[in-house]
T-cell receptor, first 114, second 118 residues
Framework: AQSVTQLDSHVSVSEGTPVLLRCNYS??????LFWYVQHPNKGLQLLLK??????LVKGINGFEAEFKKSETSFHLTKPSAHMSDAAEYFC????????????FGKGTKLSVKP | EPEVTQTPSHQVTQMGQEVILRCVPI?????FYWYRQILGQKVEFLVS????????KSEIFDDQFSVERPDGSNFTLKIRSTKLEDSAMYFC????????????????FGPGTRLTVL
């Protein structure tokens, strides 16, 4: 079965400090993995995606994620948090056995303190 | 930049009433999706639509639900007789579907319609 687990429901960091949002996945197919961000009252915006090319993926706004098959992980990082990063982040899986229906993690709410 | 749009942003209805949620996907996209997020829960896949027919649907998408692409631009989700448990945020998404590899494509999401069933 395919699944996504986001290990933290809420992460709080201070502005200027690193961000780490953790995600583990389970998939019997080769997965495509995505991170989406949702700001209040906005739609889901793609941050970055992994689709079996380079394992270190760079996205928008300074975010990046590393696909680690041995650890079945796809953690999202950013070296220095900004106040505007405060939002909910979703780790999402897609796989070749589907027609594109995404499997979402429960989300991690990121708070950024001044 | 092209966006997926959804209307209305918030819909309040009485239990048992029919509702239609509307979406305008990005033009030239080929695959369309509906997802829902019940408050405090995961975003869940409902249905995918390609070439004017449903290509995949989840267990949630029972006979009370239907989708339609009535013209070249709109993509609608109809709930025939709403229940209290249908209260959720409903997201529409679309993807180019290039070379038939929908599973690697980025899905572009609309801002959602919050449905409240009283």
């Amino acid at each position: 079965a395919q699944s996504v687990t986001q290990l933290d429901s809420h992460v709080s960091v201070s502005e200027g400090t690193p961000v780490l949002l953790r995600c583990n996945y389970s998939s019997s197919y080769s997965p495509s993995l995505f991170w989406y961000v949702q700001h209040p009252n906005k739609g889901l915006q793609l941050l970055l995606k992994y689709t079996s090319a380079a394992t270190l993926v760079k996205g928008i706004n300074g975010f990046e994620a590393e696909f680690k098959k041995s650890e079945t992980s796809f953690h999202l990082t950013k070296p220095s948090a900004h106040m505007s990063d405060a939002a909910e982040y979703f780790c999402v899986l897609n796989y070749g056995g589907s027609q594109g229906n995404l499997i979402f993690g429960k989300g991690t709410k990121l708070s950024v303190k001044p | 930049e092209p966006e997926v749009t959804q209307t209305p942003s918030h819909q309040v209805t009485q239990m048992g009433q029919e509702v239609i949620l509307r979406c305008v996907p990005i033009s030239n996209h080929l695959y369309f999706y509906w997802y829902r997020q019940i408050l405090g829960q995961k975003v869940e896949f409902l249905v995918s639509f390609y070439n004017n027919e449903i290509s995949e649907k989840s267990e949630i998408f029972d006979d009370q639900f239907s989708v339609e692409r009535p013209d070249g631009s709109n993509f609608t989700l109809k709930i025939r007789s709403t229940k209290l448990e249908d209260s959720a945020m409903y997201f529409c998404a679309s993807t180019p579907g290039l070379a038939g590899r929908a599973y690697t494509d980025t899905q572009y999401f609309g801002p959602g319609t919050r449905l409240t069933v009283l």
